[in-house]
């Protein structure tokens, strides 16, 4: 049997993926696998193709650019097909050289004739559209879809505060600008966030979005323009369409110069360099700066500058001959899942992170991706044994974004099920896991006493609005917890000279610094001292409140739920989770030691729960200076009396108590014939002598 039927059916079997593949991608903004894959494909159908020009049929993915108009759009007739670029294959400087080579040969340039003028550019990774300017007015935005005929899409594209709708000091009776719609990574990781959070809450319908391009073409091809508008995205120009009424600069650079000065986005990381020298520099350049761009490009494009070059080399099938992509290594990859690790971090929170066979990508060698969360993970059902695809762009973390699910093996692990896989337990203290309702992620309730979210604990602690322990900052915390000088908050009071001699840098007058910051703080409040155990839900005001209405801690960790529930603005959340705090030993053993550390505050007097409340139901306003009493504490006595402080005086107001130059409140209290008390009228009212 000859080679070529065998060869056929290969080329028929890889125009349909790619066909498959294409329609997933530009049609319905849904891959199922990573660029990097569909151009290995392409590329074996190219090399074939090459070798067997007969094998070349007109509707193979390598002639004519794949795409459709999606249902709802009005299709758009491009008077100047948009087209593809080709694709240097060889990643390395070295196609940069090939490129130039070809230029070179294809213009009949003698080996001794002058460099090439190249206009080098980022290869931006967002989707292509033509903007129509009439008369300086934009009168139309389309998608490339076939590159004859594309989608609509004006009123999304209207979304985007870049896009001038009219251009400066330009009335060219037609004008189309080329560009890229593009979203940025930080854009990006909010909106997918956002997602995550809705999606936790129960919204159906919602899903997160692969990569940022996948996200901005489906924000552009979105049918409703309120959708569109909550994902925010961004333009740059790189070309033109058709043109009437204008005289297009000589050159690809000028060009764009002149369209950066009718307040079109133009990037600035843009060259004129000369010949293959000039291109790779400009490649390695780009490589370098590529990590730290707030958005994601896939390569650098480089074109002839000079538009007559341009002209005379022209186009073949569906890429111009004057232009090429030059990629970089592919910020997704794919690779097998070989197991999923849950770890605790410093908030308590459990994030499951996949153990990944490494592979290389975005420019490293990953082999721990994170799964952001159990729904996360459960919705896109990424198992043990499965063909994952990885991303890694930027600085961000490697993140698993989906599963090939074509290549599921039969034994394939069940679905994600954090709580069963860590027995309901953390996974560093073992203390018990939970997730409230609403809310995305499962975590450690060991608070304090987990071992994992030490460090974060002992900030918490020693911050300024809580114990206030001066000169206990990051570095010194995490000093202190790496050395293995501080387990746990007590350990603080035990502190020496001695050990903290033995830390890098402490000089013996911040050692002591730190030593009278830490004894300062032992003489707090109730309200600072349970802000600072970092109760879940207990913020500072619900500290103070709590403070306030028990008056003293070995009441508070004994109430019961009904009696939780009956401090001011506490509901069943905050009450269960400050019973929850309390009914784990390891806490109250936490807060023996602090007390027998010496950490101490005055316990308060007449407080709710047990003292008579002789002003509750009665609202009282507070006006002018008091002799001894700031306003504070006159608001807190009578809070803690039961009553109430408001700021204006009307009917319902039982009294006003008046100091020094108190103003129109009292007048007001006048007119409306409401008792009018000084200090020692209040003073009383709080004894129940009122
Ligand atoms: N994952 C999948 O299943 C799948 C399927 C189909 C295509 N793809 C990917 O799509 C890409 C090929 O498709 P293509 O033909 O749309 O794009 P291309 O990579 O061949 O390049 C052409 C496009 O590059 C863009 N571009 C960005 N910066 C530019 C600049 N400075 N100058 C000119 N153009 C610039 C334009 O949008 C233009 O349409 C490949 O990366 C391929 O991997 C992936
Ligand atoms: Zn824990």
Redesign the pocket.
């Given at each position: 049997m000859s080679e070529t039927p065998l060869l056929k059916e290969r080329v028929a079997a890889i125009r349909a993926q790619?066909h498959h593949?294409?329609q997933?991608?530009?049609v319905l903004d849904a891959?199922?696998?990573?660029?990097?894959?569909?151009?290995k494909l392409?590329q074996e159908l190219e090399a074939i193709e090459a070798a067997h020009p007969e094998l070349v049929t007109a509707d193979s993915p390598t002639q004519r650019?794949?795409g459709a108009v999606l249902d709802g759009f009005t299709p758009v007739r491009h008077v100047v097909p948009?087209?593809?670029?080709?694709?240097e294959t060889d990643t390395t400087a070295q196609g940069a050289v090939e490129f130039d080579t070809r230029v070179r040969r294809e213009l009949k340039l003698a080996e001794d004739a002058p460099q090439v003028d190249y206009a080098a550019?980022?290869?931006?990774?967002?989707?292509?559209i033509n903007l129509r300017y009439e008369h300086g007015e934009l009168v139309q935005a389309a998608t490339?879809g076939d590159g004859e005929t594309g989608e609509d899409v004006l009123q999304n594209i209207r979304t985007i505060k870049q896009v001038p709708r009219k251009l400066r000091g330009c009335s060219a009776a037609v004008l189309e600008v080329?560009?890229?719609v593009y979203m940025r990574r930080d854009e990006f990781d909010a909106l997918n966030e956002r997602q995550r959070e809705l999606i936790a809450a129960g919204a159906k319908n919602e899903k997160t979005f692969v990569n940022p391009r996948n996200a901005a073409a489906g924000a552009v091809r979105q049918l409703d323009p309120a959708m569109a508008k909550k994902r925010p995205l961004s333009f740059?120009a790189?070309?033109l369409g058709e043109v009437q009424g204008w005289e297009v600069p000589e050159t690809h650079s000028g060009m764009l110069d002149a369209l950066a000065k009718m307040g079109v986005p133009v990037?600035e990381d843009r060259a004129v360099v000369q010949g293959a020298d000039g291109l790779v520099a400009f490649h390695e350049r780009i490589r370098e700066l590529r990590d730290s761009l707030p958005f994601d490009?896939?390569g650098v494009?480089y074109?002839v500058n000079s538009r007559a070059l341009q002209q005379q080399m022209g186009f073949v099938s569906r890429?111009p001959r004057w232009?090429v992509?030059h990629?970089y290594p592919a910020q997704e990859q794919m690779t097998r899942l070989l197991g999923i690790d849950i770890q605790v971090g410093r908030t308590g929170k459990l994030t499951p992170v996949a153990k990944l066979e490494p592979v290389f990508v975005g420019g490293t060698t990953v082999s721990n991706a994170t799964l952001h969360n159990e729904d996360e993970t459960r919705r896109k059902d990424v198992r043990i044994g499965d063909t994952v695809i990885v991303r890694r762009a930027g600085d961000v973390i490697p993140e698993v974004v989906g599963v090939v699910m074509d290549r599921r093996p039969e034994d394939v692990g069940e679905p994600f099920d954090l709580y069963k896989r860590l027995d309901g337990k953390c996974p560093v203290c073992s203390s018990p896991i939970e997730r409230e309702e609403g809310e995305a992620d499962w975590r450690c309730t060991g608070g304090i006493t987990c071992p994992a979210q030490r460090k974060q604990a002992l900030l918490h602690f020693a911050s300024r609005r809580m114990m206030d322990i001066e000169g206990l900052g990051d570095k010194l915390v995490d000093q202190l917890v790496d050395a293995g000088i501080v387990r746990s908050l007590p350990d603080l009071y035990k502190l020496g000279f001695a050990n903290l001699a033995t830390l890098e840098r402490m000089g013996d007058k911040s050692a002591q610094n730190l030593l009278d910051g830490i004894e300062k703080s032992k003489s707090t409040t109730l309200g600072r001292f349970l802000y600072s155990l970092g109760i879940r839900h207990v913020g500072e005001t619900t500290a103070k409140d709590l403070a306030k209405h028990f008056g003293n801690l070995d009441r508070l960790m004994d109430a019961r739920l009904e009696e939780l529930l009956e401090v001011n603005d506490v509901g069943p959340i905050v009450a269960e989770s400050v019973r929850h705090f309390f009914d784990q030993p390891q806490h109250r053993e936490v807060v023996e030691q602090l007390r027998a550390a010496g950490v101490h505050w005055p316990d308060i007097e007449g407080t709710a729960s047990d003292a008579p409340r002789p002003l509750l139901g009665k609202t009282l306003v507070l006006t002018g200076s008091l002799p001894t009493l700031s306003r504070d504490e006159a608001k807190d006595l009578i809070e803690a009396a039961g009553g109430k402080v408001s700021g204006s005086v009307s009917k319902k107001t039982t009294y006003v108590v008046a100091g020094e130059e108190a103003g129109s409140k009292l007048d007001k209290a006048r007119e409306l014939g409401i008792a009018v008390l000084d200090e020692a009228g209040l003073q009383a009212l709080l004894r129940g002598e009122g």
């Open positions: 790619l593949h294409a997933q991608y530009y891959p199922q696998i990573p660029d990097a894959e569909y151009d392409y650019v794949i948009m087209l593809s670029i080709r694709t550019e980022l290869k931006f990774d967002g989707l292509a490339r080329r560009g890229e740059f790189y070309g990037n490009i896939d494009v074109k890429e232009a992509a990629k």
